[in-house]
């Protein structure tokens, strides 16, 4: 059974996990919002004021709630990335995991350092039984932060994203159960 508690803070050797603020919007639109080769793999496109960003932030803050899962990556006082539960199937104590992160903190550990610390946090605090993610074929980084992550590859969705610019590609998911993530903290 599930335990919901909502976005909790979380802070790691490098990093702050936390709830978006309106005040992030500059940051956010800086690092990576804007930029076509983080969400060239994403279903959203690229935003092209801040003004958009403001209304998304907005829509972010209002759904926060006991059972959503949302987090900001904040490295060195600046929001860098954002990691959420981005699908629950409650009923079977599973859910989906999505991250993104700005090229220039890409290939540094960040990724799977805020995996990392929200896996343990949606297994050990809410009580999640198996948590997966899923990658564009063609985006191996982020295949490796979940490989970095210890979650074990499980097949292949062909066709399954539609991306911004319309085109389709296979997806490969991973996942992890709460028994493995448990053996690799005694280790």
């Known amino acids: 059974?599930?335990?919901h508690k909502g976005t909790a803070t979380i802070k790691?050797?490098?990093l702050i996990l936390r709830k978006y603020k309106l005040s992030?919007?500059?940051?956010?639109f800086e690092n990576y919002?804007?930029?076509n080769r983080v969400t060239k793999f994403l279903s959203w496109q690229p935003y092209e004021n801040i003004n958009q960003l403001e209304d998304f932030i907005s829509s972010r803050v209002d759904i926060?709630?006991?059972d959503v899962y949302d987090w900001v990556i904040e490295f060195e006082n600046h929001v860098i990335g954002s990691i959420s539960v981005i699908r629950d199937?409650?009923?079977n104590e599973n859910c989906e995991i999505g991250y993104c992160i700005g090229y220039d903190y890409q290939k540094k550990g960040i990724a799977s350092e805020a995996l990392t610390a929200v896996l343990n946090y949606l297994f050990t605090e809410v009580g999640y039984h198996r948590i997966f993610a899923k990658h564009d074929i063609e985006n191996s980084a982020s295949g490796k932060v979940m490989q970095k992550c210890d979650m074990i590859y499980e097949g292949k969705l062909r066709e399954h994203y539609l991306r911004h610019d319309g085109t389709r590609s296979?997806?490969?998911i991973y996942a992890i159960l709460k028994s493995d993530f448990e053996k690799l903290e005694k280790i």
């Open 1 to 3: 059974m599930l335990t």
């Open 12 to 14: 790691t050797e490098r």
């Open 24 to 28: 992030d919007a500059n940051d956010i």
């Open 33 to 35: 919002a804007t930029d």
């Open 64 to 66: 926060y709630s006991d």
């Open 89 to 91: 199937d409650g009923q």
């Open 170 to 172: 296979d997806s490969l």
